[in-house]
């Protein structure tokens, strides 16, 4: 009886042992350049409101366009294709940005993103200090690609 037992040991033991010395097969999720986010997330423009997105901003003490930061601008409030935009009252960032948001039916959350991404505007963490207020406009039109 004791034997048994001792070679069921062993026999259950070597079968863990195997088990935990497999090589695991790993997976790999995949990548696709052509499908970053999918479209309903992108386009899902009343993702934050306006309030929302300043409040986000105020999360950074050094962001350029935070309402903290006092910065203002014009608020889209019309669009024709033969006229363009027409703008109303300066607004915060928050409004702004929801209002594009809006009209273009993308994600707040994707212009936020590139606004970081290509001037740090969100952060403020530019390369110098005073990055923000150092008399340059053009980093804004940059951010979105302007210019």
Do not use: W
């Amino acid at each position: 009886m004791n034997k048994r037992r001792v070679i069921s040991l062993i026999y259950t033991v070597s079968i863990i042992a195997c088990f935990c010395l497999m090589p695991l097969s790993k997976v790999h999720a995949s990548f696709n350049a052509n499908n970053i986010i999918d479209d309903i997330v992108f386009d899902d423009s009343g993702s934050m409101s306006a309030v929302q997105i300043d409040n986000f901003l105020n999360n950074f003490p050094s962001s350029c366009i935070s309402p903290n930061s006092g910065f203002q601008a014009r608020i889209p409030n019309g669009y024709s294709p033969s006229g363009g935009f027409t703008y109303g009252d300066f607004g915060s960032a928050g409004q702004v940005i929801a209002t594009a948001a809006g009209v273009y039916g993308i994600n707040p959350k994707v212009l936020l993103v590139t606004l970081e991404k290509e001037q740090s505007l969100v952060t403020g963490q530019g390369n110098f200090s005073g990055y923000c207020n150092n008399g340059d406009e053009h980093k804004y039109a940059a951010a979105t690609g302007y210019g």
